[in-house]
């Protein structure tokens, strides 16, 4: 028996499959804008990878883990932190594209900006300080860079100012994403008000 329990222990755990995340999605508008744009770099720059589905489109808030199927307790602190949270929709405008560094030949290109993105900041910060009331302050990091990855490619780009896209937040959301399958759920929405 002790040298079963022994052996058990040694076993791998299992492979992740699954990904939480905080998220703001673009307006449909923005969102058409930005695959547009992404398009229009594509053709310019001889770029052969796709661009990625308007629909998948965001704004990562903050990381929640990746894991071995969805974890009920983390769903249930990600929404405890959320419904804490009360602020007013704000305004995105991000008015730049750049390479950001990645694997070789697999490098994201992102759309971001500099004083268009403040309100975001000021959400992600209010978010982590809700964040760090739960199990989820662990996840909680003060540097934040916002960005919209567009597609992914061995090509790098330096920063451009590119015409700005902008819309305003008005809910920000739980996503659960399937590792592997490029499949993202929504699993909550929250509205901003006040």
């Given at each position: 028996m002790t040298e079963q329990l022994a052996f058990e222990a040694f076993d791998p755990p299992p492979p992740p499959t699954d990904r939480l995340f905080f998220?703001?999605?673009?307006?449909?508008?923005?969102?058409?804008?930005?695959?547009?744009?992404?398009?229009?770099?594509?053709?310019?720059?001889?770029?052969?990878?796709?661009?990625?589905a308007a629909d998948r489109f965001?704004?990562?808030?903050?990381?929640?883990g990746d894991?071995?199927?969805?974890?009920?307790?983390?769903?249930?602190?990600?929404?405890?932190?959320?419904e804490a949270l009360e602020m007013a929709p704000f305004e995105v405008t991000l008015d730049r594209v750049v390479s950001f560094k990645g694997r070789p030949g697999n490098r994201p290109l992102v759309l971001t900006g500099e004083e268009g993105v403040a309100p975001l900041k000021a959400f992600h910060a209010a978010l982590g300080a809700s964040m760090m009331k739960t199990e989820l302050g662990r996840w909680v990091r003060p540097r934040f860079n916002p960005h919209l990855t567009l597609l992914y490619s061995g090509h790098e780009m330096a920063e451009k100012m590119v015409a700005p896209v902008r819309w305003l937040a008005r809910e920000f959301v739980l996503v659960h994403s399937e590792l592997g399958r490029t499949k993202h759920n929504i699993l909550r929405r929250w509205p901003l008000r006040g």
């Open positions: 998220a703001v999605f673009p307006s449909a508008e923005a969102a058409t804008q930005t695959a547009a744009l992404a398009s229009q770099i594509r053709a310019e720059r001889g770029i052969r990878n796709k661009v990625l965001h704004i990562t808030l903050y990381h929640l894991y071995p199927g969805l974890p009920a307790e983390i769903v249930a602190a990600a929404s405890a932190s959320a």
